[in-house]
């Protein structure tokens, strides 16, 4: 529908609503609406892929299925591709950290086209076997909803920001029946700050996404009904804190080093052939890879743990069948990350939440199971499990309350509080000191893009330096003469010249402050060249630069402007006045 009759629609309602209805029911209300769209989507994309997985395992006879599964995945990418290409123009931003971009630089509006591409190539993705969860597309179409809801309905940019959150919490409340978990993931993941008022709109999106889950979806994924935890096991907590810590940083290593990887290649079907084969072989060596992985979790929290090697290679050596489950489980546990990341890149679309609770309950299986082996102590296995999945969540994204509450609320496990609290937060503290962003925004924070450590610095890292380069200044060349310079001083409204030669880069810099002197020397004014009088700058901006660290270094060496150089090349100046101009006025929109 046209944007001009959508308005003209709403335009009685919305002056309706400004004469009756403060603003404070009124963003309850659209915590509502958002709450019960994102809550549909997310039982939508879940039941679909699920009853769709159905029927592919129907069609193919039980002998033929290990061939199938690894053949499946190419299908799904190159779906994923092609309703990309020529659906979405080759546009499909991936994952949480675009949504945390649109909130930083683009005042928490995000495209439309989100609405429906991210549920699109997910479900083709994950329903033939792409590795990857659904978390994260789920989450983004919440975002898209919360914010197109608030641009629609004329919301400021601040609650349209917390819309975003309320969509994101719905999401991940709706798949996980999680209500809870959905707040604490919107508020560590992608919201930066929230006042406490705030929380109340998160909580009813949360809640009534929750709601719609339980009328509509079967249940949450993991069952687990525990009663108690020995006080003895406390090492053993600690020590499987350090190793998911370990694993966390493994994952988001080989995840950003596989991306770089895959950058290099332009050609989208080269990624599709090359990463589908890989990705089947995989699955086909270690059948667990084949999908989200939540069937995994939940036999080993069952105790079926010898289900494992159902369908692999490895079947044939039953007969060691300690041995065998242990070695397909550290496979897949080690694999995983390389199999999303394949995933991801080639084409298909998916996220590293649930790859992160399934090489959680993997490692936290095969810790305990390793311990119980040993004869050290015996140790309850579906436990570590269950903390396994918190610890590498905690560390993967950098979001240990959700972690907590989340494990607690999907598996029953509240008698386990204890152990998830030391788990978490051990494992978050561990990855944070070698990883210090999370997965979500560890390239955001590369950019200069992300601060979340508090509000001054977020709001520094939303300023884009290339907005505020001056370009005003007139550049000199160094064989001007002192007498064409007199000439420039006097057409100028600045006091301060670059110095550049004909290719345009930096050669120094002329202040009128430090050659007045020579002003009034008119014997020297065609034998003293600019070069003679040109100084080297105090320092020097690139665009990439991160704010903070720009306004820091003005601060160092007491500069009120500094050049900007661009490629090698002049760009303009950058100035002290023009950053704190800039910091108002963007405190100024995040307070409206």
Same mark, same amino acid.
């Given at each position: 529908?046209?944007?001009?009759?959508?308005?003209?629609?709403?335009?009685?309602?919305?002056?309706?609503?400004?004469?009756?209805?403060?603003?404070? &029911?009124?963003?309850?209300?659209?915590?509502?609406? &958002?709450?019960?769209?994102?809550?549909?989507?997310?039982?939508?994309?879940?039941?679909?892929?699920?009853?769709?997985?159905?029927?592919?395992?129907?069609?193919?006879?039980?002998?033929?299925?290990?061939?199938?599964?690894?053949?499946?995945?190419?299908?799904?990418?190159?779906?994923?591709?092609?309703?990309?290409?020529?659906?979405?123009?080759?546009?499909?931003?991936?994952?949480?950290?675009?949504?945390?971009?649109?909130?930083?630089?683009?005042?928490?509006?995000?495209?439309?086209?989100?609405?429906?591409?991210?549920?699109?190539?997910?479900?083709?993705?994950?329903?033939?076997?792409?590795?990857?969860?659904?978390?994260?597309?789920?989450?983004?179409?919440?975002?898209?909803?919360?914010?197109?809801?608030?641009?629609?309905? *004329?919301?400021?940019?601040?609650?349209?920001?917390?819309?975003?959150?309320?969509?994101?919490?719905?999401?991940?409340? @709706?798949?996980?029946?999680?209500?809870?978990?959905?707040?604490?993931?919107? !508020?560590?993941?992608?919201?930066?700050?929230?006042?406490?008022?705030?929380?109340?709109?998160?909580? %009813?999106?949360?809640?009534?996404?929750?709601?719609?889950?339980?009328?509509?979806?079967?249940?949450?994924?993991?069952?687990?009904?525990?009663?108690?935890?020995?006080?003895?096991?406390?090492?053993?907590?600690?020590?499987?804190?350090?190793?998911?810590?370990?694993?966390? #940083?493994? =994952?988001?290593?080989?995840?950003?080093?596989?991306?770089?990887?895959?950058? *290099?290649?332009?050609?989208?079907? *080269?990624?599709?052939?090359?990463?589908?084969?890989?990705?089947?072989?995989? !699955?086909?060596?270690?059948?667990?890879?084949?999908?989200?992985?939540?069937?995994?979790?939940?036999?080993?929290?069952?105790?079926?743990?010898?289900?494992?090697?159902? /369908?692999?290679?490895?079947?044939? +050596?039953?007969?060691?069948?300690?041995?065998?489950?242990?070695?397909?489980?550290?496979?897949?546990?080690?694999?995983?990350?390389?199999?999303?990341?394949?995933? !991801?890149?080639?084409?298909?679309?998916?996220?590293?939440?649930?790859?992160?609770?399934?090489?959680?309950?993997?490692?936290?299986?095969?810790?305990?199971?390793?311990?119980?082996?040993?004869?050290?102590?015996?140790?309850?296995?579906?436990?570590?499990?269950?903390? /396994?999945?918190?610890?590498?969540? @905690?560390?993967?994204?950098?979001?240990?309350?959700?972690?907590?509450?989340?494990?607690?609320?999907?598996?029953?496990? +509240?008698?386990?509080?204890?152990?998830?609290?030391? !788990?978490?937060?051990?494992?978050?503290? #561990?990855?944070?000191?070698?990883?210090?962003?999370?997965?979500?925004?560890?390239?955001?924070?590369?950019?200069? %893009?992300?601060?979340?450590?508090?509000?001054?610095?977020?709001?520094?890292?939303?300023?884009?330096?290339?907005?505020?380069?001056? $370009?005003?200044?007139?550049? &000199? *060349?160094?064989?001007?003469?002192?007498?064409?310079?007199?000439?420039?001083?006097?057409?100028?409204?600045? $006091?301060?010249?670059?110095?550049?030669?004909?290719?345009?880069?930096?050669?120094?810099?002329?202040?009128?402050?430090?050659?007045?002197?020579?002003?009034?020397?008119?014997?020297?004014?065609?034998?003293?060249?600019?070069?003679?009088?040109?100084?080297?700058?105090?320092?020097?901006?690139?665009?990439?630069?991160?704010?903070?660290?720009?306004?820091?270094? =003005?601060?160092?060496?007491?500069?009120?402007?500094?050049?900007?150089?661009?490629?090698?090349?002049? @760009?303009?100046?950058?100035?002290?006045?023009?950053?704190?101009?800039?910091?108002?006025?963007?405190?100024?929109?995040?307070?409206?």
């Amino acid at each position: 529908m046209p944007k001009n009759v959508i308005h003209r629609l709403l335009g009685p309602l919305l002056l309706w609503r400004l004469r009756y209805v403060n603003d404070r &029911v009124y963003l309850i209300v659209l915590s509502i609406v &958002v709450g019960l769209l994102a809550g549909l989507a997310a039982v939508l994309l879940k039941n679909s892929v699920h009853i769709s997985q159905e029927l592919i395992f129907a069609w193919v006879p039980e002998q033929y299925r290990v061939f199938a599964l690894s053949l499946y995945p190419i299908i799904g990418i190159s779906l994923s591709v092609l309703f990309t290409r020529y659906v979405l123009g080759g546009k499909l931003s991936r994952g949480v950290g675009p949504i945390v971009y649109n909130i930083a630089r683009q005042g928490s509006i995000v495209p439309r086209s989100k609405l429906y591409s991210q549920m699109v190539t997910s479900f083709l993705t994950v329903t033939f076997g792409g590795s990857a969860g659904l978390e994260a597309p789920i989450s983004v179409t919440g975002s898209a909803i919360g914010s197109n809801v608030g641009r629609i309905l *004329r919301v400021g940019r601040r609650e349209r920001r917390l819309l975003v959150g309320c969509g994101a919490a719905a999401g991940v409340a @709706a798949i996980f029946n999680s209500p809870i978990a959905g707040v604490l993931f919107a !508020v560590e993941a992608i919201l930066s700050e929230l006042s406490a008022p705030f929380f109340i709109p998160l909580l %009813i999106s949360s809640a009534t996404a929750t709601v719609v889950s339980k009328l509509l979806y079967a249940g949450q994924p993991f069952v687990l009904i525990t009663t108690a935890w020995p006080v003895e096991a406390i090492p053993f907590y600690l020590m499987l804190a350090l190793f998911t810590a370990l694993l966390s #940083v493994y =994952m988001i290593r080989v995840y950003f080093l596989a991306e770089r990887l895959y950058e *290099r290649w332009p050609n989208p079907f *080269r990624k599709i052939v090359v990463g589908g084969v890989a990705l089947g072989l995989l !699955v086909f060596i270690f059948p667990p890879l084949y999908g989200e992985g939540y069937n995994i979790v939940q036999l080993l929290l069952s105790g079926q743990s010898e289900r494992l090697v159902d /369908g692999s290679l490895f079947a044939v +050596y039953r007969d060691d069948s300690v041995l065998l489950v242990l070695l397909v489980a550290i496979g897949s546990m080690l694999l995983k990350v390389v199999a999303t990341t394949i995933t !991801v890149g080639s084409g298909g679309n998916g996220g590293m939440f649930g790859s992160s609770l399934f090489v959680g309950a993997l490692a936290g299986f095969v810790y305990a199971r390793v311990i119980n082996l040993s004869g050290m102590a015996p140790v309850p296995e579906v436990h570590f499990i269950v903390l /396994g999945m918190a610890g590498m969540l @905690a560390g993967v994204v950098h979001a240990p309350l959700t972690a907590i509450f989340l494990i607690a609320e999907i598996t029953g496990g +509240y008698a386990l509080f204890v152990p998830l609290m030391a !788990v978490t937060s051990c494992s978050y503290l #561990v990855t944070k000191y070698f990883e210090p962003y999370s997965v979500y925004t560890r390239k955001l924070a590369k950019q200069g %893009i992300y601060m979340h450590q508090d509000r001054d610095r977020g709001l520094l890292s939303q300023l884009d330096l290339h907005h505020l380069i001056q $370009n005003d200044f007139v550049p &000199v *060349r160094p064989e001007n003469t002192l007498g064409e310079l007199v000439d420039i001083f006097r057409h100028a409204t600045r $006091n301060l010249f670059p110095v550049v030669n004909e290719q345009g880069e930096l050669l120094g810099i002329v202040s009128l402050d430090t050659v007045r002197d020579a002003l009034f020397d008119d014997d020297h004014y065609t034998t003293t060249l600019v070069a003679d009088l040109m100084t080297q700058p105090p320092a020097i901006v690139n665009p990439d630069d991160m704010m903070l660290d720009t306004l820091r270094c =003005m601060e160092q060496v007491g500069a009120w402007a500094l050049p900007v150089v661009e490629n090698g090349r002049y @760009a303009g100046f950058l100035l002290k006045s023009a950053i704190l101009a800039a910091y108002r006025r963007q405190l100024l929109k995040e307070s409206d």
